[in-house]
């Protein structure tokens, strides 16, 4: 039986993430109202920006809604925003930006720069066999710190860690996995590697059979 895994439709690249929930094998839906979240065994929280994003979601009566499934063990995917969505904490955000808390993690918003400091790198990530995946990072995040329940799946070198003068080679946090929440400071629905995608959609799997 396929699982049904929503993609919260209110802003940012909810089309990318249908597509490549399809091609794991999935059924994609749409997530706009609470009635459609109740429908669905899993979510994804796409990228976009994070305190619009915010906003919206107490607008349509979805923030407590979504916080209560994730307490109660859904599994959820939030990729760029949607990985600062699910922090604990969040570094260099609005005052009135609200969590979701599904990540025992404090999270920089905007830390690798501004639009124009966009860029892709190669990473590899725990979890994913076949090589390094593409990541594409656009005003991404990266995770500061992370609780014992957290599992680091990737990261990137630090440009600013002194390793070219001799001092240790410090990585960011890019990727995370907390029991039934991944989230990856990266877009991998705009790079056509489905393999974060396909990672996610088996943790679905194993979550209902576990149940």
Avoid: K, Y
Wanted: one cysteine or more; charged letters at 25%.
């Amino acid at each position: 039986m396929r699982s049904t895994i929503g993609v919260l439709a209110l802003q940012g690249d909810v089309r990318e993430h249908l597509a490549a929930l399809a091609d794991c094998g999935a059924r994609p839906v749409p997530v706009r109202r609470v009635a459609e979240l109740d429908a669905v065994d899993a979510l994804v929280l796409p990228g976009g920006e994070s305190t619009t994003m915010s906003r919206l979601l107490e607008t349509f009566e979805l923030l407590e809604p979504i916080r209560e499934r994730i307490a109660g063990g859904m599994p959820t995917f939030g990729s760029c925003a949607g990985m600062i969505l699910l922090a604990r904490e969040v570094l260099d955000g609005r005052p009135d930006q609200r969590q979701l808390g599904g990540l025992d993690a404090v999270v920089r918003r905007n830390a690798f720069g501004r639009q124009v400091d966009s860029f892709e790198a190669d990473v590899a990530v725990t979890e994913v066999a076949g090589g390094p995946v593409r990541a594409v990072f656009i005003r991404a995040p990266w995770v500061e710190s992370v609780g014992a329940g957290v599992q680091v799946l990737a990261t990137v070198p630090d440009q600013d860690s002194g390793r070219d003068a001799g001092g240790p080679d410090v990585g960011r946090i890019i990727a995370v996995r907390q029991g039934s929440v991944l989230a990856t400071a990266f877009h991998p629905e705009l790079t056509g590697d489905g393999r974060i995608h396909r990672l996610f959609c088996d943790l679905v799997r194993q979550t209902a059979q576990a149940a």
